[in-house]
């Protein structure tokens, strides 16, 4: 009977009719943030840059010398290349469809997975040119190719039109795209001349054997309407750019370029090219395979490697004792620097390719520029000399500053007097120190259980804190969670903010997994844009990942982040026997220990999303959070009823 009024309150029976199978361009569309990130401004633009990689590779292949990017009046956009062409003869494995169907419309569908045909590609996993269709109201396919011109629509995905014969093309080559960006996916965002006109640039100066043309029917007051690129100085010339106006140690950086094959056996090559200013910030940006890595990764690492043991090698030879003193933070405290590999198979974290995880990537970089260091500084003594004292000179305020913080924290923790408060962590100094900023007294209490002693701090904070958008500059300094975080931290807001006073390496926002906890991590983000931004521009600031669900099937155990993920695990099992005993965490405090160690802050299984600031578009990003935090709520108002119909789905 009690089974009975069960199946009666549930409604409609749960059977084998209840499991969904979406087609692979329905599960893009549901899905979009799995393939491109999102539904923003980077996404949308990253949709062209997918069609570009695609044509850079056949650049960077030797097929093509020259691709087009047009951006249209009604913001769709042409990439245009004369390379060898999309196949379009009948595929082996379903004959009723041509090859180039098969790869708008199919994920997982390439022709670079063999290494055959691209020796090295920016695009492995055969998703791009689908997603990019899947996520398009409309998308146009030329291809001239054995003399004959073809062409294909789609429509989200859905092929329009059956691969037509256009005419005769006997002195045409190689493939144009036409897509425009669908605004059930993307709502009013469009695409913008200037960042399209700068990845145009940027891919050019990364193939100096490519010419790649611009052209925009969209005026933006500041973008060209026409441009050609091509840069036979390659990443030499882009640094020389990037630092234009500015001094430097060395009159011309130090650059160059390592085929693999001749050093290792292995094909691809590394491109490199560094400075030193004292006038700057310093920066690294780097690459694989023309596919910006802005978080960087293993050819990264083994870059800085090679030049910290050159520097210090040098100081070696030249009996300067202090150059041991030296670590990669000195190094890039005044670089400029840019590498760009070209790799077989390269490794990342995630689809849209911000970090390369490459192992082979770090030892062969490192050793092709290592060499080529030692002989550039052996060479030019007046730049090395200068370089090495530079980098002395910062590891020198690197370790006065350790010093000084030392007794700064003594100092700080004495000043708090913040019981309950403050748990501070026993290092002596700031490397490798972490401040979790937790919701609650007794989420603070369950962190200070699961916590490292040694390097883990904790600042529980009561509730919301004070939305400085919203408040007078008189009300922050007599914000009392406000003045214990300034304090904790060891810094001033503001103009009186310095970097070098953080007391922590890391400062880690840790909130409940649900609305609320999102608010707060919200109101704390927007307190450091306004008030720390350097904080955030050094990568001092992250976000914590708990977890809103544990899953248990007998000894299996498991943690999911959302209800989406949960309802996976639910319908394909854990592997374990027996049912799987869901337990939903309403908040932090109600994580025991071991839980909250495991998934949250634990270096070793955690994760960690670092916040950072667009820096194609700084200017976008204020704005956004003044119209979603500041003071005029017609803004958010406003913002609401543009982007509701894009929330899937809302946690109540």
């Known amino acids: 009977m009690a089974d009975d009024l069960l199946t009666e309150k549930a409604g409609k029976a749960y059977d084998a009719s209840a499991i969904q199978v979406l087609e692979d361009m329905e599960h893009v569309r549901l899905r979009p943030g799995m393939y491109i990130g999102g539904k923003d401004d980077r996404a949308l633009h990253h949709m062209v840059a997918e069609i570009v990689d695609n044509a850079m590779d056949e650049a960077v292949a030797g097929h093509a010398n020259w691709i087009e990017v047009e951006l249209h009046e009604d913001h769709s956009v042409t990439i245009r290349d004369n390379g060898r062409g999309i196949p379009t003869d009948p595929h082996p494995k379903d004959p009723s469809k041509s090859a180039l169907e098969i790869i708008f419309c199919t994920l997982n569908a390439g022709g670079k997975f063999s290494g055959e045909n691209y020796e090295t590609s920016g695009g492995l996993n055969g998703v791009g040119s689908s997603v990019v269709n899947a996520l398009s109201d ?22 329009q039109t059956k691969l037509e014969k256009v005419g005769a093309a006997p002195n045409r080559r190689g493939t144009s795209v036409t897509f425009h960006p669908d605004p059930e996916i993307f709502g009013s965002l469009k695409l913008k001349p200037a960042r399209l006109f700068a990845m145009a640039r940027s ?21 060209p309407t026409e441009a050609t690129f091509h840069f036979p100085g390659g990443l030499s010339d882009y640094l020389n750019n990037r630092l234009e106006g500015a ?19 292995e094909p691809g090559k590394v491109d490199w090219a560094i400075n030193w200013t004292p006038s700057r910030d310093g920066f690294i940006q780097s690459y694989c395979n023309t596919v910006p890595t802005p978080e960087g990764g293993t050819h990264e690492s083994g870059f800085w490697a ?26 890039t405290s005044g670089a400029g620097a840019l590498v760009s590999v070209f790799i077989r198979d390269p490794q990342y974290v995630g689809q849209t390719k911000d970090r390369l995880s490459n192992e082979s990537a770090q030892k062969m970089v490192e050793g092709a520029v290592r060499d080529h260091f030692d002989n550039w500084l052996a060479a030019d003594t007046k730049s090395a000399g200068a370089i090495l004292d530079f980098l002395v000179l910062r590891a020198e305020e690197r ?55 040694e390097n883990q701090a904790l600042l529980p904070l009561r509730g919301k804190i004070l939305n400085v958008l919203g408040a007078a500059s008189s009300k922050l300094s007599q914000n009392q969670e406000i003045r214990d975080l300034c304090e904790a931290l060891g810094v001033g807001m503001g103009t009186k903010f310095n970097v070098d006073d953080l007391r922590y390496d890391k400062v880690i926002i840790m909130t409940d997994a649900d609305v609320d906890g999102a608010h707060i991590a919200s ?18 600031l992250y976000l914590a990942c708990p977890p809103l669900y544990r899953l248990t099937q007998g000894a299996k155990r498991i943690y999911v982040p959302d209800d989406a993920e949960k309802e996976r695990v639910l319908r394909e099992g854990l592997g374990g026997k027996g049912k799987i005993d869901v337990q939903r965490f309403k908040g932090l405090g109600e994580m025991d220990a071991k839980d909250l160690k495991e998934t949250t802050m634990d270096p070793k299984s955690r994760t960690l999303i670092r916040v950072t600031i667009d820096e194609d578009s700084p200017g976008e990003t204020g704005d956004l959070v003044e119209r979603l935090m500041g003071k005029k709520p017609e803004l958010r108002f406003q913002y609401i009823q543009e982007n509701a119909r894009f929330v899937e789905e809302l946690d109540v």
């Open 138 to 159: 409309h998308l146009r396919v030329e291809v001239a190719r054995n003399k004959e011109l073809v062409a294909m629509e789609f429509c989200r995905g859905v092929p």
């Open 203 to 223: 891919k050019a100066y990364l193939f100096s054997g490519v010419e790649i043309r611009w052209k925009t029917a969209v005026d933006d007051g500041e973008t």
């Open 247 to 265: 001094s430097t140690y060395a009159e011309a950086p130090f650059s160059g370029s390592i085929d693999f094959k001749e050093k290792f056996g």
């Open 306 to 331: 090679a030049i910290l043991k050159g520097i210090r090698d040098y100081g070696e030879r030249v009996a300067n004792k202090k150059a041991k003193q030296i670590t990669r933070d000195d190094l």
């Open 399 to 453: 370790l006065r500053r350790r010093q000084e913080k030392e007794t700064a924290r003594k100092s700080a923790t004495k000043k708090l007097r913040l019981p309950g408060k403050l748990t501070d962590c026993t290092a002596k100094n700031r490397d490798g120190t972490e401040i979790f900023l937790v919701e609650g007294d007794s989420a603070g209490g369950s962190a200070k259980a699961a916590r490292n002693r």
């Open 523 to 540: 109101l704390l983000m927007t307190f450091f844009f306004t008030q720390m931004r350097p904080l955030i521009d050094h990568g001092h």
